[in-house]
């Protein structure tokens, strides 16, 4: 598992899958605080249209930019598609956030090149950073 400050540091671009326009929902709220820390936050959700003045876009793979870290919102089942979808897209890092564990994402993902972190906040690993 690569160290997860050292992502932190040299994030500028991340995908948010399953970031959700709704302000209670844990993705919004650390889609929100990332935004704010100075982070190009780019949603990544079928359901939404636009998530805090982005563009939403269906697959990490259809950004049409470099993305630094994925970070993902879904349920673990749902990871390793996120996962070879991220390793498509040429990402740096696929991060899971708290709660979210998947050893098939994790293989998918280091097969690939990318960093990983599982069962972590970005949010509260940037804040204890600070």
Not at 2 to 19: N, S, W, Y
Not at 96 to 103: C, H, P, V, Y
């Amino acid at each position: 598992m690569a160290d997860p400050e050292t992502i932190i540091k040299e994030a500028r671009t991340v995908a948010v899958v399953g970031l959700s326009s709704n302000p209670e929902k844990a993705s919004n709220e650390v889609g929100t605080y990332l935004k704010e820390q100075g982070y190009r936050i780019i949603p990544v959700n079928p359901n939404e249209e636009e998530v805090l003045g982005e563009r939403a876009y269906e697959t990490v793979e259809q950004i049409p930019e470099q993305v630094d870290v994925v970070d993902v919102f879904r349920p673990p089942e749902k990871t390793p598609e996120v996962a070879e979808d991220a390793v498509r897209a040429g990402a740096r890092t696929l991060w899971l956030q708290e709660g979210i564990e998947n050893s098939e994402a994790r293989r998918i993902a280091e097969e690939g090149g990318l960093s990983y972190v599982e069962n972590r906040c970005m949010r509260q690993t940037h804040e204890g950073m600070q």
